[in-house]
């Protein structure tokens, strides 16, 4: 089995006519691990991806692995697997001829391919799908007949386009888990595309985060939960609640106070504030605890607005008596119109650069 | 896609007949009756009381009259493959959207909104002993006599090109870039060049749609009639059989003679049909998915 790749290393602009797509996108990579490019709908994670597999050129910019320039060369060239978003099979081919498709064009002998296909086959768990045709096949059954066709080559890369989108939500869990299975049976190196942060994470060794063709933040998924670098991130993690502060007092170990709409707001911060400055303090639903002693700190009243009920828990919007409106997620049952007092525990709440004032990494 | 088949007629196939009524009954009318109105005429010759085979012996025993078939196989044959191969040619290259693309779409398809005639009276002006082709070439010393374009064979071959390029270019266009480009992007990533990319995925998948264009352009090229009299030799080397239909109808008078002509004309045209649909369907495979129609 040919190696899969030591590293990737690449920064790419991609212009198309005046609208830039992708602006000095650049990673520094080991082999042998998940990355995920992440980010909403536009943001030229699919263009990166595009670029790195060579079926779009780089306005200006390199690709190079394992000390190999490989921006030049044709994409048949480069020795990388691909997975599409909608599956991308030969419709006019069999299931056979699909996977064997690769493997025929390197003039492997008959009897090898049809045991390679074999083994693939059995890999994504379909064995014995030999000749049916794609239209036949579900788009679960689709996706993994896609993904042993580009497996079957032993790809040094795998490149992976959003290929769980187009499957419903319970197929997207198996499949995600069954892809997370052959990526690490095989050893491989994968670029996983995608706009959901759930996949992403659970799916990742190193996430790169990206907005309007810009890395934004990179790390392990860990790393970009807890310790989002700006609102932009943390709104793609899961902090739904933003408060507008100024920053009134820092203590040891990034402790934080700040104030705005008339409340105080403790937390911690990996960022460097002055005191005076503009802060944007962040917190997720599930980290807010309903109940507690409006007294102490960071405790607030709150009035109950909406409740959706979400089986083991309820999430709800609560209206803050200064103001604001505010996500909870509890498993204490509340009731709209409900008054409640609501605490946002510090070591849970992390005050990011307000937005305008440099928030990149 | 097989369907499966009930058999039984269900409320939604008379709904299905009824609102079927009015296109029926106007291939009826205007297709079907004539049709077989020009059968029944082409069997009644003028010269025989009551039916007779008489046309249709006369038609190939007289070598004026049944060379015509083997002149418009010439055109329409040889213009068919010249006429589809360029569009695909040029279909094929453009089918990711190429620079100045409307524009270069827009001139390849002009020709159509001309209608033959003036179209005709261009290439002779243009093509003619005295047009700027020629006058261009002779001018520049590449040339010692006149080339000539009209009035002959390589005329009427000009004149089917320009008409129905156009027409099997969109055609095509539509349906090359109706594949999904994913599908060939994956072929590229699988190890296969450009030319084995159109060679064992493109190709069969544009081939139903090559066949429809095939069919066509045959059938617009064995009728041809403006063009071979415009710019061909009507009496000679471009006689073809719509000419020699028309002839027996308007000069000769002889409707039923006409009419067993155009029979032949529609018999010969039905079996390259056949032929292209046979073969149509061999390469359609059994499941398909996203491409086109079928």
Not at chain 1, 146 to 165: C, G, K, N, T, W
Not at chain 2, 107 to 119: F, M, Q, R, T
Request: aromatic share 10%.
């Amino acid at each position: 089995m040919k190696e899969t790749i030591e590293s990737l290393r690449f920064r790419i602009t991609k212009r198309f006519g005046t609208k830039t797509v992708l602006r000095d996108f650049g990673l520094e990579v080991r082999g042998g691990q998940f990355i995920t490019f992440l980010g909403p709908s536009g943001c030229g994670k699919s263009t990166a991806l595009n670029i790195i597999a060579g079926l779009i050129p780089a306005t200006d910019g390199e690709v190079w692995v394992d000390g190999e320039r490989i921006d030049r060369l044709p994409p048949e060239k480069r020795g990388f697997g691909m997975v599409f978003q909608n599956y991308a099979l030969f419709p006019h081919m069999t299931v056979f001829g699909n996977i064997a498709f690769g493997l025929q064009l390197q003039r492997r002998p008959a009897e090898e391919v049809r045991r390679r296909v074999q083994e693939m086959l059995e890999l994504v768990q379909l064995p014995g799908f030999e000749d049916r045709y794609p239209g036949q096949l579900s788009g679960g059954q689709q996706q993994r007949i896609a993904i042993a066709r580009a497996l079957v080559l032993h790809p040094r890369l795998m490149l992976l386009d959003e290929p769980l989108s187009n499957l419903d939500a319970k197929l997207r869990i198996e499949m995600r888990a069954e892809i997370k299975r052959i990526h690490a049976n095989l050893g491989l190196t994968s670029i996983y595309v995608t706009h959901d942060q759930v996949e992403a994470l659970s799916l990742s060794d190193w996430v790169v985060v990206m907005k309007d063709g810009v890395l934004i933040q990179a790390g392990p998924p860990q790393e970009i939960h807890d310790q989002p670098v700006n609102v932009f991130v943390a709104d793609f993690m899961g902090f739904r609640n933003f408060f507008q502060t100024q920053v009134v007092s820092l203590g040891p170990n990034g402790d934080v106070e700040a104030a705005g709409n008339g409340m105080t707001i403790r937390g911690k911060t990996r960022h460097t504030f002055t005191p005076g400055a503009a802060a944007v303090a962040a917190i997720r639903p599930d980290d807010v605890v309903v109940g507690g002693d409006s007294g102490t700190a960071n405790a607030f009243r709150a009035t109950v607005d909406i409740v959706e009920y979400l089986g083991r828990e309820d999430e709800a919007i609560v209206r803050l008596e200064s103001g604001g409106r505010l996500w909870v997620r509890t498993e204490a049952r509340v009731a709209p119109g409900e008054t409640v007092c609501v605490t946002l525990p510090p070591d849970r709440v992390i005050f990011l650069p307000a937005e305008g004032s440099g928030g990149t990494a | 896609m097989k369907r499966a088949r009930t058999g039984e007629p269900s409320e939604l196939d008379l709904l299905a007949i009824a609102c079927l009524a009015p296109s029926l009954l106007y291939v009826l009318v205007l297709f079907v009756y004539p049709f077989l109105y020009g059968i029944f005429l082409s069997l009644r010759p003028m010269k025989v009381d009551g039916f007779s085979l008489a046309n249709y012996i006369a038609f190939f025993s007289d070598e004026y009259q049944y060379k015509t078939v083997g002149i418009t196989f010439r055109l329409a044959v040889p213009n068919t493959l010249i006429v589809v191969a360029a569009s695909l040619l040029f279909a094929y290259n453009m089918r990711r959207g190429i620079w100045l693309e409307r524009t270069i779409t827009t001139i390849l398809v002009l020709p159509i909104s001309l209608g033959v005639i003036l179209l005709a009276q261009g290439i002779l002006g243009f093509y003619g002993g005295k047009g700027w082709f020629n006058q261009l070439l002779l001018g520049l010393g590449l040339l010692e006599d006149s080339l000539v374009l009209t009035h002959n064979f390589t005329g009427v071959m000009l004149s089917l090109f320009m008409q129905q390029f156009p027409f099997c270019f969109l055609m095509l266009l539509g349906y090359i870039s109706g594949i999904d480009p994913s599908i060939e992007n994956s072929a590229r990533t699988l190890g296969a060049n450009p030319w084995t990319v159109f060679r064992r995925v493109m190709l069969p998948l544009i081939a139903p749609g090559l066949a429809i264009a095939f069919a066509l352009v045959f059938v617009m090229s064995f009728a041809t009639f403006p063009s071979a009299i415009l710019l061909g030799q009507a009496t000679g080397a471009t006689r073809t059989i719509a000419i020699a239909a028309y002839a027996q109808a308007f000069e000769q008078f002889d409707m039923s003679y006409a009419s067993a002509i155009a029979v032949i004309m529609g018999i010969f045209q039905l079996a390259a049909l056949l032929v292209i649909i046979l073969l149509r369907r061999r390469m359609v495979m059994a499941a398909t998915m996203g491409v086109g129609k079928r």
